[in-house]
């Protein structure tokens, strides 16, 4: 070959390897890229899909002190960016209790409760429950009437579209007679709820149902996929003395662990904040781990309960803490 020829067939030749050369690294760049979006779409698939709603409780002092009207809760609750409701049934007891809460009376909570949420746009979740009679009592006449006095409520969580009532495992101290007595409260309770498609969830909220070891063996036992938890990052007291002296506690983080196999919704319970925004009694990036790797990923509610903060300051703080860590 001649020298001529030899040069052009020497440029053309590196030219080709130049162009291989570039395409090669643009189809390795591109599979880089790829395989990062991947990476980022699995990485982003295992993060749980949290919502914050608003516990009415966080609102009593306002609603019981300061006369503001529990119907109110959707607007105020709207303002302060949730996007879901926990009712407080007690909040309403003083309207109810006049017409010993007769359908008429239930039916005028509903349908007001519901205007309000549909017109600020928010999700009914649950109602709270108390002073409605004891689940866990050992005396199975009162247990059955308290069992008689939540279907009202039942009925009125199903006309509100929400997906639970709360209810508490009040009656005993003493471990066996509280575990057959919650049992049997639930049992009877979670089957008449079964058709309506409400859950019945127990909170830990004092006594023996603050044992997340016992309350997890309710659970188990009672065995009905309408049944289930209220996990409460605070209220993990067994036995108080004088208010607010805790006597007994159970280990919040075990506590935690034990029952979040069964939760249905989770209470971040909040009172007081450090100087970077922190809850000082319960570590909130802890616990949501926990609440993460039971593998939850509904709404989680905001339930401030504190005194050096406002209740709107509290219910704000509490908020801020909860979207921080979950960023």
Same mark, same amino acid.
């Given at each position: 070959?001649?020298?001529?020829?030899?040069?052009?067939?020497?440029?053309?030749?590196?030219?080709?390897?130049?162009?291989?050369?570039?395409?090669?690294?643009?189809?390795?760049?591109?599979?880089?890229?790829?395989?990062?979006?991947?990476?980022?779409?699995?990485?982003?698939?295992?993060?749980?899909?949290?919502?914050?709603?608003?516990?009415?409780?966080?609102?009593?002092?306002?609603?019981?002190?300061?006369?503001?009207?529990?119907?109110?809760?959707?607007?105020?609750?709207?303002?302060?960016?949730?996007?879901?409701?926990?009712?407080?049934?007690?909040?309403?007891?003083?309207?109810?209790?006049? &017409?010993?809460?007769?359908?008429?009376?239930?039916?005028?909570?509903?349908?007001?409760?519901?205007?309000?949420?549909?017109?600020? %746009?928010?999700?009914?979740?649950?109602?709270?429950? &108390?002073?409605?009679?004891?689940?866990?009592?050992? &005396?199975?006449?009162?247990?059955?009437?308290?069992?008689?006095?939540?279907?009202?409520?039942? !009925?009125?969580?199903?006309?509100?579209?929400?997906?639970?009532?709360?209810?508490?495992?009040?009656? #005993?101290?003493?471990?066996?007679?509280? #575990?057959?007595?919650?049992?049997?409260?639930? #049992?009877?309770?979670?089957?008449?709820?079964?058709?309506?498609?409400?859950?019945?969830?127990?909170?830990?909220?004092?006594?023996?149902?603050?044992?997340?070891?016992?309350? @997890?063996?309710?659970?188990?036992?009672?065995?009905?996929?309408?049944?289930?938890?209220?996990? !409460?990052?605070?209220?993990?007291?067994? #036995?108080?003395?004088?208010?607010?002296?805790?006597?007994?506690?159970?280990?919040?983080?075990?506590?935690?662990?034990?029952?979040?196999?069964?939760?249905? @919704?989770?209470?971040?319970?909040?009172? !007081?904040? !450090?100087?970077?925004?922190?809850?000082?009694?319960?570590?909130?990036?802890?616990?949501?781990?926990?609440?993460? &790797? @039971?593998?939850?990923?509904?709404?989680?509610?905001?339930?401030?309960? %504190?005194?050096?903060?406002?209740?709107?300051?509290?219910?704000?703080?509490?908020?801020?803490?909860?979207?921080?860590?979950?960023?």
């Amino acid at each position: 070959m001649k020298r001529r020829n030899l040069k052009h067939f020497s440029i053309k030749f590196v030219i080709v390897l130049l162009l291989m050369g570039n395409f090669a690294c643009k189809q390795n760049k591109k599979q880089e890229e790829e395989a990062s979006e991947t990476v980022e779409e699995v990485e982003m698939s295992t993060e749980p899909n949290f919502k914050i709603s608003l516990a009415q409780w966080s609102m009593h002092k306002m609603i019981r002190e300061d006369g503001v009207d529990p119907y109110t809760f959707a607007e105020k609750s709207k303002a302060w960016g949730f996007e879901g409701l926990e009712y407080v049934s007690g909040l309403y007891y003083p309207e109810l209790e006049k &017409d010993n809460f007769s359908e008429a009376a239930m039916k005028n909570f509903v349908d007001k409760s519901l205007a309000e949420s549909k017109k600020h %746009g928010l999700e009914n979740l649950i109602i709270m429950i &108390d002073g409605q009679g004891d689940l866990a009592t050992p &005396d199975e006449a009162e247990r059955n009437a308290a069992v008689e006095n939540h279907h009202k409520w039942v !009925d009125a969580a199903a006309a509100l579209g929400c997906h639970s009532i709360r209810v508490n495992l009040s009656g #005993t101290q003493d471990p066996d007679e509280w #575990t057959a007595a919650s049992v049997d409260g639930l #049992t009877k309770l979670s089957t008449y709820a079964k058709d309506k498609n409400i859950n019945i969830l127990v909170e830990n909220h004092g006594g023996l149902s603050s044992n997340g070891a016992m309350m @997890a063996n309710v659970f188990k036992t009672v065995n009905m996929d309408n049944c289930g938890t209220l996990p !409460d990052f605070g209220n993990f007291c067994i #036995t108080w003395g004088e208010w607010p002296e805790c006597l007994e506690w159970y280990d919040r983080y075990k506590g935690m662990e034990e029952i979040m196999p069964y939760a249905k @919704a989770v209470s971040a319970k909040s009172h !007081d904040f !450090d100087e970077n925004g922190n809850e000082i009694h319960s570590d909130y990036a802890r616990m949501l781990k926990i609440v993460k &790797d @039971a593998g939850y990923s509904g709404y989680i509610g905001v339930e401030y309960e %504190g005194s050096e903060l406002s209740e709107e300051d509290g219910i704000i703080a509490t908020r801020d803490l909860l979207r921080k860590l979950m960023k």
